[in-house]
């Protein structure tokens, strides 16, 4: 394994593992804006030409095989942007080939099994992983971790709502797309496929806000399902309850131009907001606010940089070993409270439809 | 001072209806009863605490002219729709949000809340509403607020079942006639302002309304957003408060009788549907 730092006045070099479109309309246009600390030099797809075209964007070498990116000896560090399926065993193939740290897109595993064995490879090999829960980079939010003091002890009530329009309006904003999967068109009369909408939902969106819910409940163990709505076409409404808290999940995903993503944590005298910039545009920061007994309000921000940026910061530096590695113990919670809540989630949506079909006497 | 209509309220409809200083915004219109003044006052102002009901019949057979409940809590008016019907008492309800100018107005040709929402629902993926009050609140009693806010925008409910009520407030859930889900929170807080907050999503956009406590005319804000961008609806300086006053006015010198009693059947019915579950 190689751990040598690299050399200050040279970029550390960045290989990329699925070159889809967070690939290309999120990481790349964030390294763009890195450029005097990071280099992408590798791009891996399984499709070859979408290879060649992402990695000729950036000047970079392409390959279609997992082995040839980690045994490419100019990537430092390794971005893990393939299907949720491949996560964890690229993961620690990654850690495993020496590089310096490891991004994986969220989630990180798609089990606790899977979870146990990254730590557990994590720690033997003394790789740095990074998870893709870019809101736990934005400067908006560490602003509010910096100055909400006690808060966090005295939530009684957590929201997170999520409105966004297709994901294509904002890639298309920050770059130009190839080969952009095809929308399929969902029978919401199968019962499977509100499960699965809402388990994709819970772990491809909800995902990004629940470490920081998780932040705030202390109890994050003991969680019950309240109600699992689906929304249509995508989205959904889900409530939850621990034994001290309140949680409250809310996402649409309409035609809207307007997105608002906001994070609420609200005590008896105090709250906290938090309004965060959409995904794939450089849009800078979210602001947070923080009000307490009525009328008294204190903002942070908005910053230069998004939570994207931020995470890739946090790369450079715990590559070159400037800074701490992260706690495993807190990415695998993180995890197990994401699957805690998509396996209740989906539970109680079966559970509500086969009562729905029984009720009106027909296979709904 | 004297108005056109003299105004009697019990030191309790004062404080609920904040009484005082809405009428000093009507002076022209309503007045106080003057002391030793014979027969009952033009107005009564009733509390609406658990027996409001009894109280304003009891105004509407003493014989008073327009009967104003301060913030009702749900209870069977029937018997009072009745009675002030053949009485010809005009009844109104100064609810906290529901009253709000900007929910129903009072002209068709000029749009408010209603419109808005009913307009969209038809093509609605989610309806998402949050009140906040002070801690301490009677859930319960504030869930009859949050609901006859909605109701007064919404149109029918269907389904609704509460899901947790506690200390910190309640969540319920339930669908539109659309079939989509839609959820009502409440929140115990002093940290913000109280106030009830509705969003409705629909395939390209949707409608956010915020609705501020009566206690000042801080206006409500209604914006309805879609393909053209988004539009903010004027805004109304007057707060609930003034608004049930002003519809009292115009019944009473038209004499008419405002349907306030039958709106709120509906919210009676619904809430004594989620007391059983």
């Not at chain 1, 006045?9 to 964030?30: E, M």
Request: aromatic share 6%; proline share 7%; charged share 20%.
């Amino acid at each position: 394994m190689s751990h040598h730092a690299a050399p200050a006045d040279r970029p550390l070099g960045v290989g990329i593992l699925g070159a889809g479109p967070v690939t290309q309309a999120i990481h790349l246009p964030a390294l763009a804006r890195l450029q005097d600390i990071l280099e992408v030099r590798h791009i891996m797809d399984v499709d070859p030409a979408v290879a060649s075209s992402v990695a000729a964007r950036v000047g970079a070498r392409s390959s279609t095989s997992m082995d040839a990116l980690l045994g490419d000896q100019d990537v430092d560090i390794v971005a893990i942007c393939s299907p949720h399926q491949f996560h964890a065993d690229q993961v620690i193939a990654a850690c495993r080939a020496g590089k310096k740290a490891v991004l994986c897109e969220k989630p990180f595993a798609m089990n606790g099994e899977e979870a146990a064995r990254i730590s557990a490879v994590s720690t033997e090999t003394g790789v740095p992983i990074v998870v893709g829960a870019m809101h736990t980079f934005d400067p908006g939010w560490l602003a509010a971790e910096r100055n909400w003091g006690d808060l966090p002890e005295y939530v009684h009530t957590i929201r997170s709502s999520i409105v966004l329009p297709p994901n294509a309006r904002f890639e298309d904003f920050a770059t130009e797309i190839v080969t952009r999967p095809a929308a399929g068109r969902p029978d919401y009369s199968d019962v499977e496929v509100i499960k699965s909408a809402l388990r994709g939902g819970i772990m491809g969106l909800a995902i990004h806000d629940l470490p920081l819910v998780r932040r705030f409940t202390p109890d994050f163990q003991q969680i019950e399902v309240l109600q699992a709505r689906h929304v249509r076409p995508f989205g959904y409404a889900v409530s939850l309850r621990t034994p001290t808290r309140v949680i409250e999940l809310r996402a649409v995903m309409n035609g809207t131009w307007k997105p608002e993503w906001t994070f609420e944590a609200i005590a008896d005298d105090s709250a906290l907001r938090i309004d965060f910039t959409p995904s794939y545009v450089q849009a800078g920061s979210a602001v947070a606010t923080f009000f307490r007994h009525g009328s008294e309000t204190s903002t942070f921000g908005p910053y230069g940089h998004n939570g994207y940026e931020g995470e890739w910061r946090e790369l450079a530096e715990l590559a070159r070993g400037t800074r701490p590695a992260p706690s495993a113990q807190s990415l695998i919670d993180d995890l197990t409270f994401a699957l805690a809540i998509a396996d209740a989630t989906v539970a109680s949506a079966a559970a509500g439809h086969a009562s729905a079909a029984e009720k009106a006497g027909v296979s709904a | 001072m004297s108005g056109h209509y003299t105004v009697l309220a019990t030191p309790a409809a004062q404080a609920a209806g904040a009484v005082a200083q809405t009428l000093a915004s009507l002076p022209a219109t309503f007045g106080p009863t003057a002391e030793g003044q014979p027969g009952p006052p033009d107005v009564l102002v009733v509390a609406g605490g658990p027996g409001w009901t009894a109280e304003a019949l009891s105004a509407v057979a003493a014989g008073v002219r327009g009967v104003l409940v301060a913030n009702p809590v749900p209870e069977d008016a029937t018997e009072l729709a009745g009675a002030a019907d053949a009485a010809g008492t005009a009844v109104v309800l100064d609810l906290r949000w529901a009253s709000n100018p900007a929910l129903v107005g009072e002209s068709t040709d000029v749009a408010d809340a209603r419109d808005a929402v009913r307009s969209a629902v038809g093509t609605a993926s989610l309806l998402d509403s949050v009140a906040t009050a002070a801690p301490a609140t009677d859930p319960q009693r504030l869930l009859g607020e949050h609901l006859a806010a909605l109701l007064a925008v919404t149109g029918p409910l269907d389904g609704v079942v509460v899901l947790r009520s506690d200390a910190t407030g309640y969540t319920v859930g339930g669908r539109l006639a659309n079939g989509a889900p839609f959820t009502a929170q409440g929140v115990l807080t002093a940290a913000r302002p109280a106030g009830v907050d509705i969003r409705l999503y629909t395939a390209d956009g949707g409608v956010a309304v915020q609705v501020p406590d009566p206690d000042a005319a801080r206006p409500a804000e209604v914006r309805i957003t879609g393909a053209h961008g988004e539009l903010l609806l004027p805004t109304l300086y007057e707060s609930a408060h003034r608004f049930a006053w002003r519809r009292l006015k115009d019944h009473l010198g038209a004499s008419t009788q405002p349907d306030d009693l039958a709106g709120f059947a509906r919210l009676t019915d619904l809430y004594a549907t989620l007391a059983a579950t």
